[in-house]
């Protein structure tokens, strides 16, 4: 008896991977029972290609004498009615939701099919359709979270980020019991948190981040065993993270930056050994960092910043080799950095800035296979530069240490560098970089020997006089994340630090030709602002000592206005102020404090010079929202910058005929213009 018998197992995975055995066992007349017939390759992809699109064309045709659901038909219509929106041409085909695009395997996500839908139409011997999946994605509609879509009785996809829904979220959404994924981010959502979404246990994907909810994670969310990916970034929670999330070990992803978090960062996140990315930026934690990290061998990426209190070593990472992308930024660490750090060859970002480490430079660190980006500024390392570096290291931030000695000859040959403020040797035998001698840890230039008792600087922009008379300079030069540069005058400097994360060809500077208002404001000013993620300082050189008195411009010239109700009015920038090394304004928000974005607001401060240098540092401490308007837009903006001194100086203040940079961008000293102007805020 001739037979053959086909058996094909799927496993589909989360987020569409698809995982295909295939096992094909043959009888054959003239072969033993059960031999096994081994087919190539190309015939497995064509059996199942041929029965894929036979799966397909059944339910296509299947769907076509199906209808849905009049209930969910009534509950769809009244939900798009209340938030003013409408199917688009590919599905509701002759007044059928569950036709076109909803049943004949169009991308789900793809821009075109924006709201969408799916149906299941196999149900009633293919009679019935269920919608089972509802997307209404950066829309900017607005509403409440609808009680019609209760009546989705099947519905296991629920995504409407990106919009300006208010309201609440209320108690009801734990009858949704069918979710696997439910993600409200980027709305304006408020109140707190309903206890009963605890009761969605099939959820393996949970969003609402960037909302306006208060109060404090309900502890039933542990209830959640299956969650694999939780973002609660800017979500306006705060409090503990409750002892109930212990539960939640196959966690992959947690992201919960720019929230109020207190207390410590829990022991048993060292359980959940499936992560691969957390991120605790701008909370209020204190530390230490839990050993039990030491667990967490399927890190990928792995974020901390801006810890309180106690410190912590670098020990818990000894077994997380697998990291890519390792930031603890301004979080106490202490102790040096470990000797096999070579070793982890698939760090590609390194950032262990703004800490206390100490030591020398590991000299496997700049010889990695694969590090990209290295930040080590703000710490108290000493010792030399290696005399060598791996050619894909291309960023470099060992500013603010203590580093010693002559520079290496690869100095001049990397664009991405910043040395500033250590205790490097300059003579006419040891290679420079044009103005770094003026910013070392004694800013030597002019010192004792002042020249200068006012500066002035359009910041990101070209010299403008403004309408108070006063002529701000030229700022114009391609910072990048590891830059300084200082006038050829030594008059002033500008040195900035930081990588936008998420970000694809980030600009450090914000061009718009929208109009700022404001008191005594010279709206041309405000055409370029300078943006940083991390760290941005200005300095005034060769200042005769006394005081000054400084004036800040600031404008929000990124986000929307709130009245316009829009999801790219939820953006929120926030950083702090310090001058002479003193915190002057801490969780600074240009808009708030405004009244409102494409508004100025000047701030100004009384300080003293002492030793012939003035800095102002604008300092990104993890806070506000990071992807709005797009990934990786936060940190400091400023738009221009005065200093003046509140005596009569007995210098001339007038600077050498020379012009220009001293850039270690350029270094050549040629000012880069401006490029074309990106109109922003304009609606």
Known sequence: ???????????V?????????????ARIRNYPSGAKVQLQAGSLLFLFGLSFVGYSWFQVSTAKNATTDPSEVRALNSIFSQ???????????????CSGSAINGTEFESPPNNPAIICDCTYDSG??????KLRVYALNKRGVFAKELLALRYLTFLKIDQNYFTGPLPAWIGNMTALTLLSIAHNAFSGPIPKELGNLKDLNMLSFGINNFSGTLPPELGNLVKLQQLYINSCGLGGEIPSTFANLRNMQVLWASDSPFSGRIPDFIGNWTKINSLRFQGNSFRGPIPTSFSQLTALNSLRISDIYNVSSSLDFIKNLKNLTDLALRNALITGSIPSDIGEYQNLQILDLSFNNLTGQLPGGLFNMSSLTYLFLGNNSLHGALPSQKSDILHTIDLSYNYLSGSLPPWVTSISQLNLVVNNFTFDSSNINLPGLNC???NFPCNRNTPKYAKFSINCGGLELRGSDDILYETEDSALGPATFNVTSSEKWAVSNVGLFADRKNPSFVV????????TDVTPELFQTSRLSPGSLRYYGLGLENGPYTVKLQFAETVFDDRALQTWQSLGRRMFDIYIQGNLVLKDFDISKEAGGVLRAVVKTFSVNVSENYLEIHLFWAGKGTCCTPDQGHYGPLITAVHAASDFTPTVSGVPPTTLGMKSRT????ILVPVGV???LGII
């Open 127 to 132: 009679t019935t359709c269920h919608i089972t």
């Open 677 to 679: 102007l990106v109109l």
């Open 83 to 97: 938030w003013d929106t409408q199917a688009v041409a590919l599905w509701n085909i002759s007044g059928e939701p």
């Open 439 to 441: 910013l070392q840890r």
């Open 666 to 669: 350029g270094l050549m000293g």
């Open 511 to 518: 061009n718009t030709l929208a109009q700022v208002t404001g």
């Open 1 to 11: 008896m001739s037979c053959a018998e086909l058996q094909i197992s799927l496993l």
């Open 13 to 25: 995975t989360f987020q569409t991977k698809l995982v295909v055995q295939v096992v094909i066992m």
